[in-house]
C-alpha cells in the first residue's frame, strides 16, 4: 500500500490524499467519499489537456499530512515528490 496524493488538472489544487494498492483504488475511494461515484480512471503518462477532468498523481510518505491544498508551497513539495502519471477520468458508461 502507498499514499497517493492527487492534484485536480483543472484547478492545479492538491483535491486530496489517500491510502491504496493503485492510484486508480486510491481516486475512486477519494471521489466516492466526495459523493462522485461511478467515475473510470485511465492512468496514463501523457499530458492532459487543461479543461480535462482528471488528476496528476504522486507517491507521497505515508506520515505526509495536508491540511490546505490550495496553499502554494504544499503544491510545490506534492508536484517535486514522485509522478505516477496522469489519470484521466471519465463518467461511466
Known amino acids: ?8 488538472n483543472c484547478s492545479g489544487f492538491v483535491w486530496g490524499l489517500q491510502d491504496a ?7 475512486k475511494q477519494m471521489d466516492e467519499e466526495l459523493g462522485a461515484s461511478g467515475r473510470q480512471y485511465d492512468l496514463t503518462d501523457g499530458p492532459a489537456f487543461s479543461n ?4 496528476h498523481v504522486h507517491v507521497v510518505p505515508m ?12 503544491i510545490e513539495v506534492v508536484s517535486a515528490l514522485p509522478y505516477v502519471g ?6 461511466s458508461a
Open 86 to 91: 496522469y489519470l484521466r477520468v471519465t463518467a
Open 52 to 55: 480535462e477532468t482528471g488528476y
Open 21 to 27: 494498492t493503485t492510484p486508480q483504488q486510491g481516486a
Open 63 to 74: 506520515d505526509l499530512d495536508i491540511a490546505d491544498g490550495q496553499d502554494e508551497d504544499v
Open 1 to 8: 500500500m502507498k499514499r497517493y496524493a492527487y492534484i485536480d
